[in-house]
C-alpha cells in the first residue's frame, strides 16, 4: 500500500522564503562549475565534427594530428566499446547503449551536422584545435532528411539500415520509422460521426533548444587500477554513471560520477556526451582530460525537443461536451531512436473528460541531433495542437472557452488518453482560480493606434515522477546538522531538502548545510528531472530526519537514564513522558553526544510512484503591430496546483521560468534548417530567446492542493508550466487578429503573412 | 478479477479486445496467467524475469516500483504504458 497524509497548515519552516543555500557563492563566482575543475597534469580535449548532416566515411587520417606537438591522445570511433544493443532504464526515460555510443562518436556513417568523427586531447586547448585540423576524414556526402514528412516518404535516405522499427507490435525494416504506437479507447468512429460540432487542424513545429547557459562538459581520469573518475555538469550523478558504465562497458562501481554546480539543464544534462570520450582519452594519454563544449556544438549536437507535425480533431455535442478526440502525431527523434511519443500521449488530453479517443504516434528519425528531454517532453507540442483546437471549436460553436474546459474539465476517475484513470486532481480547482484570478477580470486595455490586443487562454498537463531517491543527516556538535543528498541542485532544491529536515527537526532551514553528493558518497538518487526532486528527495530527507529522531531519543533515554520509549519530541525539544519538566533542546543536546555515543547519523530512501500529477492554466495578453507584425506580451498570468509550496519563492520561479521557456518557443525559438541539413542560427545572437527586456513579470497563481502522498504535500512543478504558453499566445493572437496560426515559430513574419 | 488493459499492440491477440479480466495476486502471476490465457503477450511484457526496460505498469493509478512482484488488490486495473518519458514505444524501442 501506498503511504497517504492527512495536510497539515502548522508549519514553521515549510512555506517559508530562506535565502537558498547556495545562493552567495553562485552569485560571487566561488561556485565551482564543471569548466573550473582542475587537476594536476590536466590537458584540453576537442572533438573533430562531421560539416555534413548524413555521409559515409571512406577514410580517417589521424596520423598528421597525432604527430602534432602537444598533442597526447587521438580517439575515433575505432576506439569506442561495441556496446551492445539493449535498452536500460534511466529513471526518467531509458536509454540504448549502442545508440547512445553511436551518437557520441561515429563508426562508419556520420548521422547529424556535428556528429563527432575524432576527439583528440593536448597540452591545452588551443593546441588539440590546431591539430583537430589536421584529421583528414574522406566522405562520401549522403541527402539527408530534417523534417517526418521527408523522413518517412519511400524514397527517403534511410539513416540506420541496421534498425528494425516497431510498427504496432510488428517489425519493419528499411525505415526512418523507429516506432508507431496507439491507444484506442471507446467508438470513436461512432462518436465522431454522430458529433454536434467537430473541429480538425494541422499543427507543425520546429525542433527548439533548451537554452541552458552553461555548455556541456567533463573532466576525466582513468587510472592504472581501472578507476574512472568523472567531474561534470549533470542532471544525475548516478544515471550519468550508468550511461558512461554502460557505454564504456564497465562495471558501474569502476566510475566514480562528481556532479559540479550546474548553469541549467532543464531535461538537457540527463544524456553524457563528453564524459566516455574524456575518459577513453585519459586511458590513452594516462592524464585527466577536460572537455568544455562551444556554443555551436551546443545546439547542433546536444539534445533539442522535437519537432512535430500532429493532427488533430475534436467532436463536442450541442450541450458542449467532448465526446471524441483523435490525434495522429510524428515527432522527430533525431538521429538515434527515442522522441517523447509516450508522454504526449498521457499529457494530450489530459485536462479533459472524452469518452472516445485514439492516439497515434510515430517516432522518426531525421538527420538532426538526438532529442533530448525538455521540461516535460512532448507534453507541450501536444499542448498547443489540443489546447489550439478545444478554443477553435468554442470559436466555432460560439461557447465560452474557459466555460467549456470547466465542463469539460477532467477529474477523479477520468480517463487520460492512454486509459489510465486518475485520482485525486486539481484540475477544476486550477479552472476555478482561472476565472477568480485577478487577470481574467481585468480588461486588456485599449491598444494604442496601430496596434491590437488580444487574450488567450490554455491549459498544460505533466504527470510528474516519483522513483528513487537518497539522502544522509548527522549532528554537529553546534546543533547544526550536515545534509548529504543524491539530487544535483538546479534550481535550489539543497534549501528545499534543507526545509524539510528543519521542519521535522524543529530548528531553522539554514541550521541544516545540505551538500550535494557524489557517487561514492550518497545512495543511489535518480534524476533531477520529471518535476520529482523536492517530492521524492525531500520525501527522503523527510524520513532521514524522523529517523534521526529516533537515534536522538536514544541518547535522550541514556542521558537521563529512562526507557527509548518514555522520550518525546516535540518542536525541536525532547521531553520526558513521566517528568515534564525534563526537558532538552535540539541544540543542547547536540552538544553533549560524545558523553552519548557519539556521533548521531540517520539516512532515508525511497523509490516512489508518482510525485501528483500536476495541472496548469495560462492567461497571456498579447500586442500587436499591425504594419510589422512584431508581438509584444503585455500581461502573463499562470495559474497551477502547485500542491504544498516549500519554498513558495521557487515554486513561482518555476512557473515564471516555465512560461519564460514557453513564450520563446512560441514567439521567436526554431532550428532553422538549411538544405544541406545545416542549423543557420546556432548561435545566442541569432537563436532568439527571451530576455527580461521581451516579457513582463510573469504573475503567479499558486492553487494549494496538498499532494495525500507527500507527508507535506508536495506535488511536482517544474515541467507543468511550460505547456500551456504556446497555446495560450496562438489564442491570443487569434483574439487580437482574427486569424490562427498553426506553426510555430509565430514570430512576426508568420504574424504579417497571416495579416495579409 | 484484475481488468488489463491491454496495450494497442496486444489486443490482436486478444481478438481485439480493449481490456480483459485476469485472476492474479501479482503482477507477475497476472503476466503469466495473460499469457495462458493469450499466447504470445507475455514476450512483449517481460524480458529476463523482470518487466521489459521502456515499460512501466500502472495498478490502479499508480506506476509500480515493485515490478512482477507488485501485489493486486481484488478488482484492481492494470495498464502498461511507456516508462516515464524517454521511451518511443509503448510495447518496445527500435533495436537491432
Known amino acids: 500500500m501506498v503511504a497517504t497524509f492527512e495536510p497539515k497548515t502548522d508549519y514553521k519552516v515549510v512555506g517559508t522564503r530562506p535565502i537558498r543555500h547556495d545562493g552567495y557563492d553562485k552569485v560571487t563566482g566561488r561556485a565551482i562549475y564543471g569548466a573550473d575543475v582542475k587537476l594536476p597534469g590536466l590537458i584540453w580535449a576537442v572533438c573533430v565534427r562531421s560539416p555534413h548532416a548524413h555521409a559515409n566515411i571512406k577514410s580517417i587520417d589521424t596520423s598528421a594530428a597525432e604527430a602534432h606537438e602537444g598533442v597526447f591522445a587521438v580517439i575515433t570511433g575505432a576506439d569506442m566499446p561495441k556496446a551492445e544493443s539493449k535498452l536500460v532504464d534511466l529513471g526518467e526515460g531509458n536509454i540504448n547503449f549502442k545508440w547512445a555510443s553511436n551518437k557520441l562518436m561515429a563508426d562508419k556513417k556520420v548521422l547529424y551536422r556535428g556528429h563527432p568523427v575524432a576527439a583528440i586531447a593536448a597540452i591545452d586547448r588551443y593546441t588539440a584545435e590546431e591539430a583537430a585540423r589536421k584529421v583528414v576524414v574522406e566522405y562520401e556526402v549522403l541527402p539527408s532528411v530534417t523534417n517526418v514528412v521527408d523522413a518517412l516518404k519511400d524514397d527517403a535516405p534511410i539513416i540506420l539500415p541496421d534498425m528494425v522499427g516497431d510498427d504496432l507490435g510488428e517489425d519493419v525494416t528499411n525505415t526512418n520509422m523507429a516506432a508507431h504506437v496507439r491507444h484506442e479507447f471507446g467508438d470513436v468512429a461512432g462518436a465522431m460521426a454522430s458529433a454536434a460540432h467537430t473541429v480538425e487542424r494541422e499543427y507543425n513545429m520546429q525542433m527548439v533548444h533548451q537554452g541552458y547557459i552553461e555548455p556541456q562538459n567533463a573532466t576525466a581520469t582513468w587510472d592504472e587500477e581501472d578507476r574512472i573518475k568523472i567531474w561534470t555538469s549533470t542532471q544525475g550523478a548516478f544515471p550519468a554513471r550508468t550511461q558512461i558504465a554502460g557505454i564504456l562497458q564497465v562495471d558501474v562501481s569502476r566510475v566514480k560520477v562528481t556532479p559540479t554546480e550546474i548553469g541549467g539543464g532543464f531535461g538537457g544534462k540527463i544524456p553524457v556526451y563528453f564524459e566516455p570520450l574524456a575518459a577513453i582519452l585519459s586511458k590513452k594519454s594516462q592524464r585527466p582530460v577536460k572537455m568544455v563544449m562551444e556554443r555551436t556544438a551546443v545546439f547542433e549536437t546536444t539534445g533539442p525537443t522535437p519537432g512535430a507535425r500532429m493532427i488533430v480533431k475534436l467532436g463536442a455535442d450541442a450541450n458542449g461536451k467532448l465526446t471524441a478526440a483523435t490525434a495522429d502525431i510524428w515527432f522527430e527523434a533525431g538521429a538515434n531512436p527515442g522522441a517523447f511519443i509516450g508522454p504526449a500521449a498521457m499529457c494530450i488530453y489530459a485536462p479533459y473528460e472524452i469518452p472516445n479517443t485514439r492516439i497515434d504516434g510515430w517516432d522518426v528519425l531525421v538527420n538532426k541531433p538526438k532529442v533530448a528531454p525538455y521540461r516535460a517532453p512532448g507534453s507541450p507540442q501536444v499542448a498547443f495542437a489540443m489546447e489550439s483546437a478545444v478554443n477553435e471549436l468554442c470559436e466555432n460553436a460560439g461557447w465560452d472557452p474557459l466555460n467549456f474546459r470547466i465542463d469539460n474539465a477532467s477529474k477523479e476517475g477520468t480517463r487520460r488518453g492512454d486509459g489510465v484513470l486518475f485520482s485525486k486532481i486539481g484540475m477544476q480547482e486550477v479552472l476555478e482560480a482561472t476565472k477568480e484570478s485577478a487577470h481574467w477580470n481585468a480588461p486588456i486595455g485599449d491598444a494604442p493606434e496601430g496596434k491590437v490586443r488580444g487574450r488567450g487562454i490554455a491549459s498544460g498537463y505533466w504527470f510528474n515522477i516519483g522513483l528513487k531517491s537518497s539522502a544522509n543527516l548527522a549532528v554537529n556538535s553546534d546543533g547544526t546538522v550536515q545534509l548529504t543528498e543524491g539530487s544535483t541542485d538546479i534550481g535550489g532544491s539543497r534549501t528545499s531538502m534543507a526545509m524539510h529536515v528543519a521542519e521535522v527537526l524543529g530548528i531553522g532551514a539554514h541550521d541544516v548545510r545540505p551538500t550535494v553528493g557524489d557517487t561514492e558518497s550518497i545512495g543511489y538518487t535518480d534524476v533531477t528531472g520529471g518535476s520529482r526532486t523536492t517530492y521524492a528527495t525531500g520525501y527522503a530527507c523527510w524520513i532521514a530526519a524522523n529517523n534521526l529522531v529516533d537515534v536522538l531519543k536514544e541518547r535522550v533515554a541514556v542521558l537521563w537514564d529512562i526507557n527509548k520509549d518514555d522520550v518525546e519530541f516535540n518542536d525541536g525539544s525532547f521531553s520526558s513522558k513521566a517528568e515534564a519538566q525534563k526537558t532538552i533542546g535540539f541544540k543542547e543536546l547536540a552538544g553533549k553526544l560524545d558523553d552519548l555515543g557519539g556521533p548521531a547519523n540517520s539516512t532515508g530512501s525511497v523509490d516512489l510512484e508518482s510525485a501528483g500529477d500536476g495541472f496548469g492554466m495560462h492567461i497571456a495578453d498579447i500586442e500587436i503591430d499591425l504594419a510589422t507584425g512584431k508581438s509584444d506580451i503585455i500581461r502573463y498570468t499562470a495559474v497551477q496546483d502547485v500542491g504544498t509550496a516549500i519554498h513558495p519563492a521557487y515554486v513561482e520561479g518555476q512557473l515564471q521560468g516555465g512560461s519564460a521557456q514557453g513564450i520563446g518557443w512560441a514567439l521567436n525559438e526554431e532550428y532553422y534548417m538549411q538544405d544541406d541539413g545545416k542549423m543557420a542560427n546556432s548561435s545566442f545572437l541569432d537563436y532568439r530567446m527571451p530576455t527580461t527586456l521581451d516579457l513582463p513579470l510573469i504573475e503567479t497563481v499558486l492553487v494549494e492542493v496538498p499532494n495525500p502522498l507527500h507527508p507535506y504535500g508536495v506535488r511536482g512543478v517544474g515541467e507543468t508550466p511550460i505547456c500551456p504558453p504556446i497555446p495560450a499566445i496562438a489564442n491570443a493572437i487569434n483574439d487580437a487578429i482574427g486569424k490562427r496560426l498553426y506553426n510555430t515559430p509565430m514570430n512576426a513574419g508568420s504574424i504579417l503573412k497571416a495579416l495579409k | ?96
Open chain 2, 1 to 96: 478479477m484484475a481488468t488489463v488493459f491491454l496495450p494497442y499492440a496486444l489486443r490482436k491477440y486478444a481478438d481485439g479486445a480493449e481490456r480483459v479480466e485476469i485472476a492474479a495476486k501479482t503482477l507477475g502471476e497476472l503476466i503469466d496467467n495473460l499469457e495462458a490465457a493469450y499466447p504470445g503477450t507475455g514476450d512483449h511484457l517481460v524480458e529476463e524475469g523482470r518487466l521489459k526496460p521502456g515499460l512501466a505498469a500502472i495498478v490502479g493509478h499508480m506506476a509500480t516500483r515493485r515490478g512482477l512482484l507488485q501485489k493486486l488488490e481484488p478488482d484492481t486495473e492494470v495498464h502498461f504504458i511507456t516508462a516515464i518519458s524517454g521511451g518511443s514505444g509503448v510495447i518496445d524501442n527500435s533495436r537491432n
